[in-house]
């Protein structure tokens, strides 16, 4: 069993072996639940993908239909 001492900030480092086992890396968020027994779980924060929504650019322009025939109709003439 793996052991962490408390700061006087309230802050702990999770041990290695229980991040490596909860696949934790750096910049991660975690989630903390306590039990009607008391017991303290804790897990990965896991994403919402909808929060990822735009979060990446494309540099891709969309494609129309007349674009892609006229690149049938170009590539059919070779043959």
Known sequence: MSTATLTSKGQIT???DVRDKAHLRRGDHVTFRVRDDG???LAPASVDLMSLAGS???TVRGV???DMNDTIRDEGSRL
């Open 64 to 66: 129309s239909v007349e």
């Open 14 to 16: 999770i041990p290695k």
């Open 56 to 58: 990446v650019k494309t």
């Open 39 to 41: 017991v303290v779980e």
